[in-house]
């Protein structure tokens, strides 16, 4: 028996052992020498390094991608998708926490959401290289991370691709049908200030249709990247505007707590998690990367967009909780005088920087909605995929025009599965990528998933526990 077939027989008997990916995509592994056909490499499956499988396939050369995007418009669709409305919450999440305390917890929900999003995208490049794929959704990632994996993972992959898939789509599209009821509630407050008249918040809501149909029918993200950075330049100038107004007559440090008792921190992380968290958008993005190489690393997209949101997220936080202490509101917009012109501007800027933030989240539900029909609908793709975007923006803002009241149960849903989708699974699947290749020193990746698993736990129980104590004030009152 050549050395050759004696390699080949010892990948079949680890394959099945293992169950990992069919053995004759593993043969791939293993190049033959042209003159006598013997393996140049002796690859052991289970242990096989990420760049040492791309001396046969290198999934980022493959890629073939119509419109890719490059390093800087995936820097600026992330910061878009990170720098939402939630932003505006951070003083009353430093009220929980304290000065000294929201700075250091601002930080660890930052590192937690980041390395979360870091693991799944990793996972991803380890496995495209095993499947001999280009590109893979989230569910997708999930799917080949547990069928492939342990026994304990085997026959969950369907499962958990299911909850994904479904638990993104309800949370986005619900999202989106929130920021249309934002967008109006601004613009209506403005123009009832000038026109002294009550304006029907349903009117104003139904008056955004057409734009946002207009917004959705831009077809891929390459084309989507100016109007983020167009949001991104409306919520930077708000935010100046609203530090001018928060840095006014500002009190002394002394008078706020550096600390506040620890049994408060989880109503922090509740706030904050959610407003930083951004995993839906993480997959799409790498998917339609130039480079998709570079989204991670030390200098990765990915660290750089998180490193900035982060300062912004603990600047606002800071200086709102000095300047309102305990009476800051939910938005803190809320707290500037709603009678003068600049506090008007930011309603109107955060408006439209809203507006130009629905067609990112919106192209989670358009990526998933429309790899579940495109394989039915073979004749006419394109008119087919742009009549499914105008019924989804629509159901969307009927939504909202039905239910105007609809935030606190999509915070509900957002608290349940953002915990679950954005830091549970993601450690799921790497346990299940690195099942056998171990965990390093003193299973060291183990501990740091014990910690995580916590933190997304406490973040489920007490991001659904407030959720649930607003929709009881809301029908309370």
């Known amino acids: 028996m050549s050395h050759y077939q004696k390699v080949k027989k010892k990948v079949r008997k680890m394959v099945n052992e293992y169950a990992g990916p069919p053995a004759q995509e593993l043969e791939t592994f293993l190049p033959k020498d042209a003159k006598n056909g013997?393996?140049?490499?002796?690859?052991?499956?289970?242990?096989?390094?990420?760049?040492?499988?791309?001396?046969?396939?290198?999934?980022?050369?493959?890629?073939?991608?119509?419109?890719?995007?490059?390093?800087?418009?995936?820097?600026?669709?992330?910061?878009?998708?990170?720098?939402?409305t939630g932003i505006l919450a951070m003083p009353i999440a430093f009220s929980y926490a304290g000065l000294a305390g929201g700075i250091i917890a601002t930080i660890l929900t930052a590192l937690i959401c980041t390395h979360c999003a870091y693991v799944l995208v990793k996972c991803a490049h380890t496995l495209y290289v095993r499947t001999k794929s280009t590109a893979m959704t989230f569910a997708e990632v999930a799917t080949v991370a547990l069928d492939?994996?342990?026994?304990?993972?085997?026959?969950?992959?369907?499962?958990?691709?299911?909850?994904?898939?479904?638990?993104?789509?309800?949370?986005?599209?619900?999202?989106?049908?929130?920021?249309?009821?934002?967008?109006?509630t601004n613009f209506q407050q403005v123009l009832e200030h000038y026109t002294g008249s009550a304006i029907n918040l349903r009117l104003m809501i139904a008056l955004l249709l057409v734009p946002l149909i207009l917004l959705s029918w831009i077809p891929n993200l390459k084309y989507l990247a100016p109007v983020s950075m167009v949001a991104n330049v409306f919520m930077c100038v708000g935010l100046g505007i609203t530090f001018y107004y928060l840095v006014t007559d500002m009190?002394?440090?002394?008078?706020?707590?550096?600390?506040?008792s620890l049994t408060n921190w989880p109503s922090f992380f509740a706030i904050v998690i959610f407003a930083m968290e951004a995993i839906g958008v993480v997959m799409p993005l790498e998917n339609q990367m130039k480079t998709p190489q570079n989204f991670i690393g030390i200098c990765g997209v990915l660290n750089q967009g998180m490193g900035g949101v982060t300062l912004i997220y603990i600047l606002l936080g800071f200086l709102g909780y000095i300047r309102y202490g305990d009476e800051a509101l939910g938005s803190i917009t809320l707290n500037l005088p709603v009678e003068?012109?600049?506090?008007?501007?930011?309603?109107?800027?955060?408006?439209?920087?809203v507006?130009?933030?629905?067609?990112?989240?919106?192209?989670?539900?358009?990526?998933?909605?429309?790899?579940?029909?495109?394989?039915?609908?073979?004749?006419?793709?394109?008119?087919?995929?742009?009549?499914?975007?105008?019924?989804?923006?629509?159901?969307?803002?009927?939504?909202?025009?039905?239910?105007?009241?609809?935030?606190?149960?999509?915070?509900?849903?957002?608290?349940?599965?953002?915990?679950?989708?954005?830091?549970?699974?993601p450690i799921v699947i790497e346990l299940a990528t690195y099942w056998e290749q171990g965990f390093g020193k003193f299973?060291?990746?183990?501990?740091?998933?014990?910690?995580v698993c916590f933190f997304g736990i406490v973040a489920l129980v007490f991001g659904s526990k407030s959720s649930i104590e607003d929709i009881i004030k809301l029908y309370t009152e």
């Open 340 to 353: 003068e012109i600049p506090a008007q501007a930011v309603k109107i800027l955060i408006a439209l920087a």
């Open 251 to 260: 009190p002394a440090l002394s008078e706020r707590p550096l600390f506040v």
């Open 148 to 184: 492939n994996g342990p026994k304990w993972g085997r026959g969950w992959g369907k499962f958990i691709s299911n909850c994904i898939t479904y638990g993104l789509f309800v949370t986005y599209f619900g999202t989106c049908a929130v920021y249309t009821v934002i967008i109006a």
């Open 355 to 425: 507006y130009c933030t629905f067609g990112l989240q919106f192209y989670v539900c358009l990526d998933i909605a429309w790899i579940g029909i495109r394989d039915k609908f073979k004749k006419r793709p394109t008119l087919v995929n742009y009549t499914m975007r105008t019924i989804l923006v629509t159901a969307a803002v009927l939504l909202a025009v039905a239910v105007p009241t609809i935030g606190p149960f999509i915070g509900l849903i957002g608290a349940f599965c953002f915990s679950i989708l954005g830091l549970l699974i």
């Open 443 to 451: 299973n060291w990746i183990i501990w740091k998933n014990v910690f």
């Open 38 to 84: 013997t393996s140049k490499y002796k690859i052991t499956p289970a242990k096989t390094d990420l760049e040492t499988a791309q001396v046969a396939f290198d999934p980022f050369k493959e890629r073939d991608c119509e419109h890719p995007t490059t390093d800087g418009e995936t820097l600026t669709h992330l910061l878009k998708a990170s720098l939402g």
